[in-house]
Protein backbone atom coordinates (compact mmCIF):
# COMPACT_ATOMS: atom_id res chain seq x y z
CA UNK A 1 0.00 0.00 0.00
CA UNK A 2 1.59 3.37 -0.66
CA UNK A 3 0.07 6.22 0.62
CA UNK A 4 0.57 10.09 -1.28
CA UNK A 5 -0.26 12.78 0.83
CA UNK A 6 -0.67 16.57 -0.62
CA UNK A 7 -2.35 20.06 0.51
CA UNK A 8 0.40 21.18 3.30
CA UNK A 9 1.74 24.95 3.38
CA UNK A 10 2.41 27.85 5.04
CA UNK A 11 -1.12 29.71 5.86
CA UNK A 12 -1.78 32.48 8.85
CA UNK A 13 -3.31 31.76 12.55
CA UNK A 14 -7.15 31.60 11.87
CA UNK A 15 -6.80 30.33 8.35
CA UNK A 16 -7.91 27.06 6.61
CA UNK A 17 -6.13 24.05 4.94
CA UNK A 18 -6.98 20.89 3.07
CA UNK A 19 -5.01 17.68 3.40
CA UNK A 20 -5.30 14.69 0.94
CA UNK A 21 -4.64 11.06 0.64
CA UNK A 22 -4.78 8.92 -1.41
CA UNK A 23 -4.42 4.96 -1.44
CA UNK A 24 -2.73 2.57 -4.49
CA UNK A 25 -1.26 -0.68 -4.20
CA UNK A 26 -2.86 -3.65 -2.49
CA UNK A 27 -5.72 -1.43 -1.10
CA UNK A 28 -8.63 -4.33 -0.60
CA UNK A 29 -9.79 -4.47 3.05
CA UNK A 30 -8.36 -0.87 4.14
CA UNK A 31 -10.26 0.05 7.73
CA UNK A 32 -8.69 2.68 9.18
CA UNK A 33 -7.46 5.71 7.93
CA UNK A 34 -6.13 9.31 9.20
CA UNK A 35 -3.70 11.48 10.09
CA UNK A 36 -1.28 11.63 12.49
CA UNK A 37 1.33 14.70 13.03
CA UNK A 38 4.64 15.85 14.66
CA UNK A 39 5.66 18.91 15.77
CA UNK A 40 9.44 20.26 15.80
CA UNK A 41 10.93 18.31 18.91
CA UNK A 42 7.61 16.44 19.92
CA UNK A 43 6.69 12.92 19.38
CA UNK A 44 4.45 12.20 16.78
CA UNK A 45 0.35 12.41 18.23
CA UNK A 46 -2.88 11.09 16.53
CA UNK A 47 -4.72 13.58 14.45
CA UNK A 48 -8.02 11.86 13.47
CA UNK A 49 -8.75 8.56 12.19
CA UNK A 50 -11.85 7.27 10.44
CA UNK A 51 -12.72 4.00 9.68
CA UNK A 52 -14.26 2.41 6.92
CA UNK A 53 -17.84 2.46 8.14
CA UNK A 54 -17.40 6.03 9.01
CA UNK A 55 -16.66 6.01 12.94
CA UNK A 56 -14.00 9.13 13.70
CA UNK A 57 -11.53 9.84 16.18
CA UNK A 58 -10.07 13.35 16.94
CA UNK A 59 -7.41 14.55 19.37
CA UNK A 60 -8.60 17.29 22.19
CA UNK A 61 -6.84 19.51 20.75
CA UNK A 62 -8.19 19.76 17.29
CA UNK A 63 -11.60 18.99 17.84
CA UNK A 64 -14.19 21.47 16.97
CA UNK A 65 -11.73 22.83 14.04
CA UNK A 66 -10.56 19.64 12.40
CA UNK A 67 -12.86 17.54 9.97
CA UNK A 68 -11.66 14.22 9.11
CA UNK A 69 -13.66 12.34 5.70
CA UNK A 70 -13.00 9.71 3.51
CA UNK A 71 -13.84 8.74 -0.14
CA UNK A 72 -13.95 5.09 -0.01
CA UNK A 73 -14.43 4.64 -4.18
CA UNK A 74 -11.31 6.51 -4.37
CA UNK A 75 -9.64 4.85 -1.64
CA UNK A 76 -9.12 9.20 -0.49
CA UNK A 77 -8.45 10.36 3.43
CA UNK A 78 -8.94 14.16 3.69
CA UNK A 79 -8.12 16.43 6.42
CA UNK A 80 -10.07 19.57 6.25
CA UNK A 81 -8.08 22.08 9.18
CA UNK A 82 -9.87 25.28 10.19
CA UNK A 83 -9.09 28.12 12.82
CA UNK A 84 -5.45 26.50 12.49
CA UNK A 85 -3.26 27.81 15.51
CA UNK A 86 0.52 28.08 15.53
CA UNK A 87 0.80 24.80 17.63
CA UNK A 88 -0.28 23.03 14.39
CA UNK A 89 2.60 23.51 12.79
CA UNK A 90 3.99 19.86 12.29
CA UNK A 91 4.63 17.57 9.63
CA UNK A 92 1.17 15.49 8.90
CA UNK A 93 1.62 12.18 8.09
CA UNK A 94 -1.15 10.27 6.12
CA UNK A 95 -1.51 6.39 7.58
CA UNK A 96 -3.85 3.24 7.13
CA UNK A 97 -4.50 0.25 8.67
CA UNK A 98 -6.72 -3.17 7.96
CA UNK A 99 -7.72 -3.04 10.78
CA UNK A 100 -9.61 -0.80 13.34
CA UNK A 101 -6.79 1.14 14.80
CA UNK A 102 -3.43 2.61 12.78
CA UNK A 103 -0.32 1.47 14.49
CA UNK A 104 3.16 1.69 13.73
CA UNK A 105 3.35 -1.22 11.82
CA UNK A 106 0.24 -0.41 9.64
CA UNK A 107 1.11 2.07 6.27
CA UNK A 108 2.51 5.20 6.15
CA UNK A 109 2.87 8.13 3.50
CA UNK A 110 5.59 10.55 3.44
CA UNK A 111 4.98 13.74 5.48
CA UNK A 112 3.99 17.03 4.24
CA UNK A 113 4.37 20.11 6.00
CA UNK A 114 2.07 22.52 7.72
CA UNK A 115 3.00 25.92 9.26
CA UNK A 116 1.20 27.71 10.79
CA UNK A 117 2.30 31.76 11.19
CA UNK A 118 0.97 33.51 14.30
Known amino acids: VQLQASGGGLVQAGGSLRLSCAASGSIFRLNAMGWYRRAPGKQRELVAT???????VYADSVKGRFTISRDNAKNAVYLQMNSLKPEDTAVYYC?????????????WGQGTQVTVSS
Open 50 to 56: ITSGGST
Open 95 to 107: AAARGAIITSTGY
